[in-house]
């Protein structure tokens, strides 16, 4: 079996060397602590199709007792959230429905003691609306209703629990690590930190939850996780395939758009250097660890394949199709105009994305649709048109902070596994900051001041007697008196020079 290249250039894993490996190397399988615990934050569709795809290789895997640890630690907390999630909707949704409608009717009645005009017939005509409200709260109801009782089925029958259980009563967890090896752990740890050294590093400030008690430790259990790993790998001389749904730079390489390029070159070396050369190690994210079990198994994973990528394809969709619509409304919603020199805008253009996060989002299916819904946040760049008279305007390019909110509706192949956007809607635009790129090489106020100050409308590329602006044009025009000899020009009543040269010409000659 060829062994994968550690090169940034193009460190990929695609499914036909990730197929050879677990068929030709026969790799022991270590599972992290977060992918157990997102079995719970998915839908009900997702979590089966991570439960699936553990299940297939559940003779192979083995977890460090740290990852058994955590699980147990969180488990209840991580299920309890996420169960109350769709305990809670039904009756949010009700409440808001209800307090609108309150509002809205003292608003009527309080308006009503004045007698505005015409409030009576817009009574008249909302009213049906709020019928429709109630109407589509009760479809909504009945719609989530098998989402809400599969999730609950899925909550009560706690199979992850079983299934770690189950690694337990087999032998395939570690054991639990002595004073002494978490003490010499966490010394390295420290030093490790000190210098971004992954794994871990990211979580070395990371304080306790409210209620919970302090753990001098817990910032060092991805490091811990990673020990045991090379403990069990060089002890047994075994292959290692590892997969966790932590996506920090502490485990992996990330491109500018924090999308993971491959495990950190230095997880790599380690490997190699204390488990050696006749050892291989592979690194996946959660991601396309599911997606390729599944895809060896013949099991279809199309529900798991766009939640646990739904940041991904939203950035993609947000970069690649709603550009133009974020220019007009950068035009239109009046933000981006306090950042301008003027406060005017006349267009918007070029806008190119540099950054962008998916910040809180959530995935629902349908049988054969999937919405997600989201919010965002943009860093990017682009050229803002400034009026500054009737027929001259400026362009700059401004970097930009904008933020948003989204929702894309996606079209599902369930037998060819495969996806296609039916709709996508940005919203909500939002300029948190604007700023001139280049300002401190301008001087806008300057170039004010070099307007014609006859027509205002071209720069003065002559001098108007004695020290304004005018465009060639107005000099031009017969009012005015130029000088043949320097060019300066003149109102009649201010020339006093020979008719050949000007006053300004004889005083210098």
Not at 362 to 382: P, Y
């Amino acid at each position: 079996m060829k062994k994968n290249p550690v090169d940034y250039d193009d460190y990929t894993v695609d499914y036909e060397y990730f197929k050879e490996f677990v068929e030709e190397g026969d790799p022991l399988v270590v599972i992290d602590s977060s992918v157990f615990l997102d079995y719970y934050r998915y839908s009900s569709e997702t979590s089966n199709e991570i439960l699936e795809a553990l299940n297939s290789v559940k003779e192979q895997i083995w977890i460090p007792y740290q990852v058994y640890s955590e699980f147990l630690r969180n488990h209840q907390k991580v299920k309890t959230e996420n169960h109350n999630k769709y305990k809670n909707i039904s009756g949010d949704i009700d409440n808001y429905s209800k307090n609108f409608n309150k509002k809205i009717t003292k608003l009527f009645q309080q308006y009503s003691k004045y007698d505005f005009p015409n409030i009576h017939e817009l009574k008249e005509k909302i009213k049906p609306l709020f019928s429709k409200i109630n109407d589509e709260v009760k479809s909504y109801h009945k719609k989530i209703e098998d989402e809400v009782n599969a999730n609950k089925e899925l909550m009560t029958n706690n199979a992850i629990y079983d299934f770690i259980d189950s690694l337990k009563k087999s032998n395939q967890i570690g054991e639990a690590l002595s004073g002494s090896k978490l003490l010499h752990i966490v010394e390295e740890g420290e030093k490790r930190y000190q210098y971004n050294l992954p794994p871990g590093y990211e979580d070395k400030d990371k304080k306790p939850e409210k209620n919970e008690k302090p753990d001098p430790i817990r910032p060092y259990g991805d490091l811990i996780i990673w020990k045991s790993l090379l403990q069990k790998a060089k002890g047994d001389n075994l292959q290692i395939l590892f997969t966790t749904s932590d996506s920090k730079e502490d485990w992996w390489q990330l491109d500018d758009q924090k999308n993971i390029l491959g495990p950190r070159i230095e997880l790599i070396s380690e490997f190699n250097e204390i488990v050696g050369d006749n050892s291989e190690f592979l690194m996946l994210p959660m991601r396309e660890f599911i997606s390729y079990f599944s895809r060896l198994n013949k099991k279809s994973s199309i529900y798991a394949m766009i939640e646990l990528n739904t940041e991904e394809i939203s950035k993609d969709y947000i970069r690649e199709e709603s550009l133009s619509f974020i220019e007009t409304e950068l035009i239109h919603n009046g933000d981006l105009q306090n950042f301008v020199d003027y406060g005017l805008l006349q267009d918007v253009e070029d806008l190119e994305i540099r950054e962008i996060n998916i910040n809180d989002y959530n995935t629902d299916f349908d049988d054969e649709m999937a919405n997600i819904t989201g919010s965002f946040s943009i860093q990017a760049t682009a050229n803002v048109t400034e009026p500054m008279s009737k027929n001259y305007s400026r362009i700059d390019s401004y970097e930009l902070e904008i933020e948003g909110t989204y929702s894309i509706e996606l079209e599902l192949d369930i037998e060819d596994e495969s996806y296609s956007i039916s709709d996508l809607e940005v919203s909500s635009i939002k300029v948190n900051h604007a700023e001139k790129e280049n300002d401190s090489d301008y001087d806008f106020d300057n170039d004010l001041e070099s307007l014609c100050v006859v027509c205002q409308k071209k720069f003065g590329d002559v001098t108007l007697y004695p020290d304004k602006p005018i465009c060639s044009q107005c000099a031009n025009s017969g009012h005015y008196f130029v000088c043949t000899h320097c060019g300066t020009v003149y109102d009649e009543g201010d020339y006093n020079g020979d008719g050949e040269h000007c006053q300004l010409c004889i005083g210098n000659s």
